[in-house]
């Protein structure tokens, strides 16, 4: 089986995507980020992009966490470099998922320019997450009936007599026939 070597002065383009706890404090997400970077470095490898995306509702649940920090990275390098952040995420206990993916071979490194505050990590400022309740897909629907306590469509649509507030804001009056 070969394997595809790159020419000199050419790496290959990655991206890698990893998701840390909701409850991640900025502490350990700065040391989460400066070991990715001091990884890239170390393995002869350049760092292009860093994104930090926000904390958003996971597709499933893991490690029971809805949410989680996204960041998003892109880099050159080679096969090392990869592996070797992917080591260093594994071993991160604030990172619950990661994902490497290959965008190009054979990028040529003196044409690719980067800006310094497009491979900054910015600093984990996110307010604490709520205890968010999340409503199925039937009871945004309408399809079941809401939780006692919280008012019911009919108790809103008020008694004879009393008025009603329309889609305005203004309060309209019974008519009757």
Do not use: C
Not at 20 to 39: C, F, L, N, Y
Not at 47 to 69: C, F, M
Not at 71 to 90: A, F
Not at 151 to 172: D, I, K, N, V
């Amino acid at each position: 089986m070969s394997r595809m070597v790159t020419a000199q002065g050419r790496q290959r383009e990655y991206e890698t995507i990893y998701i840390m706890r909701p409850d991640i404090d900025a502490e350990s997400a700065e040391k989460v980020g400066g070991r990715v970077s001091e990884v890239v470095d170390r393995e002869k490898g350049r760092l292009t992009k860093v994104e930090l995306w926000g904390r958003r509702r996971l597709a499933y649940d893991i490690a029971k966490h809805r949410r989680g920090i996204y960041v998003y990275l892109k880099y050159l390098g080679d096969g090392k470099v990869v592996s070797e952040v992917e080591r260093n995420l594994r071993l991160s206990d604030g990172v619950l998922k990661y994902q490497t993916v290959l965008l190009r071979n054979n990028v040529e490194v003196e044409n690719v320019t980067v800006a310094a505050e497009d491979v900054k990590f910015e600093r984990v400022e996110l307010p604490p997450a709520e205890d968010e309740r999340e409503d199925s897909r039937e009871r945004q629907l309408g399809l079941i009936e809401p939780e006692r306590g919280a008012p019911r469509h009919h108790e809103l649509e008020g008694e004879p007599g009393e008025s009603e507030e329309t889609e305005g804001g203004e309060a309209a009056e019974d008519e009757e026939s």
